[in-house]
Structure formats: structure tokens, C-alpha cells
């Protein structure tokens, strides 16, 4: 189960942090992303770490936006700075949960709603 917080309403330029916590019986957590669905338009990846720390993202939010991850706390977190009105979105976290013995899950998070104002 994925637990995302940190929605809002916020100004242009303004920050905002989300964050997202994995509960359950896994082992540990491989990869972890962000996601985001403007309405109207398909949903996509804008930021990825992977188990190891690295990370990667969609070019519009690259400078802007950081990705980081708590392995202890089996929390992600997207850190939101200089946010533009187009960044306005519902915002959802993807983690790849490993179970051991192979088994893996990809859960996501409910969405948290990010609203720009200019």
C-alpha cells in the first residue's frame, strides 16, 4: 500500500514538497518514480530513482524538480521548486516492490492534486 501526501494549492515560483510511503509485507523496494496526469492528457513519468540512487527525469522539470528516497523510511519524495502553472497535475507515485523468490509488485500511489497559480 502507497501513502502520498503533500497536495496543494500554490503560486508560480512557489515550492512543494509530495512524499510517499510503502507499507507491507515486502522485502525491500527496487526502482521508485513520480508520475503525473494533466487532465485531459496521458499520464508520465517525470522523475525515477532507482535502489541505487540514481536518478533521471522528464526534461521540463529537470533543474527544478528533485527526486530522493528514504530507503529506511520506505518513503520517496518529489521536492517541487520554481513551479510553473503547467506543472498543474494529479501527481502519482510508483514503486516496484520486491517480495523475494522473485515475486515483484508495481503499486501506485492515490494521487495527490498539485494546482499552479500564475
Known amino acids: 500500500q502507497l501513502q502520498a501526501c503533500g497536495e496543494g494549492l500554490v503560486q508560480a515560483w512557489e515550492s512543494l514538497r509530495l512524499t510517499c510511503t510503502a507499507s507491507?509485507?515486502?522485502?525491500?523496494?527496487?526502482?521508485m518514480g513520480w508520475y503525473r496526469q494533466a487532465p485531459g492528457k496521458e499520464r508520465d513519468l517525470i522523475a525515477h530513482?532507482?535502489?541505487?540512487?540514481?536518478?533521471d527525469y522528464l526534461d521540463s522539470v529537470k533543474g527544478r524538480f528533485t527526486i530522493s528516497r528514504d530507503n529506511a523510511k520506505n518513503t520517496v519524495y518529489l521536492q517541487m521548486n520554481s513551479l510553473k502553472p503547467e506543472d498543474t497535475a494529479f501527481y502519482y507515485c510508483?514503486?516496484?516492490?520486491?517480495?523475494?523468490?522473485?515475486?515483484?509488485?508495481?503499486?501506485w500511489g492515490q494521487g495527490t492534486e498539485v494546482t499552479v497559480s500564475s
Open positions: 530513482i532507482s535502489d541505487g540512487g540514481d536518478t
Open positions: 507491507g509485507n515486502f522485502f525491500s523496494i527496487n526502482a
Open positions: 510508483n514503486v516496484d516492490l520486491d517480495y523475494g523468490r522473485g515475486r515483484r509488485l508495481i503499486s
